[in-house]
């Protein structure tokens, strides 16, 4: 199953990383991994590992493909390594909120039926991608 977080309500702040550096016993506690139905757990709860030795990753097949990347660049972490030898990992939040969204259509000359561009201003918590915001935002549905 997919991994979530516990313990923490879908705040604007939840794309924030739960570090494992401080007290990995901590973000031990409060990442688990979906035992339930899915639909009970709220999307913004689901969680994707860092790599690292203080991690879980997923019991499917995103946990299989961290895995089998991490075995064929011959990536191993080690808990009982020195700090600077090895990646104590995170997790990352699968879904982010954008802040203060605006946008502007941006036309000119005489016909407003044209629209030459749409200027958009939002802002992103750390560790949150301008370029992704604007994929989503831009998807076109088929």
């Known amino acids: 199953g997919d991994l979530y977080c516990e ?3 879908s705040t604007s ?18 990442v ?9 757990i709220p999307f913004t709860s689901v969680v994707l590992p860092l790599p690292g030795s203080g991690v879980l990753y997923p019991d499917n097949e995103i946990g299989r493909l961290y895995r ?9 972490f080690r808990k009982n390594a ?3 030898a090895t990646a104590k990992g995170s997790y990352r939040f699968l879904h982010a909120d954008a802040h203060n969204l605006e946008w502007e259509i941006v036309s000119h000359g005489d016909q407003e039926t044209i629209i030459d561009a749409v200027k958009f201003k939002f802002e ?8 992704v915001m604007l994929r989503e935002l831009l998807k076109i549905s088929e």
């Open 7 to 9: 313990n923490i309500a």
């Open 13 to 30: 702040s939840n794309s924030e990383t739960l570090a494992t550096t401080e007290d990995e016993s901590t973000a031990h506690n409060k």
């Open 32 to 40: 688990s991994v979906v035992l339930m139905e899915p639909s009970k």
């Open 68 to 76: 089998d990347i991490l075995k064929k660049d011959g990536i191993e």
């Open 82 to 84: 020195p700090p600077e």
């Open 124 to 131: 992103l918590d750390s560790g949150c991608y301008a370029t």
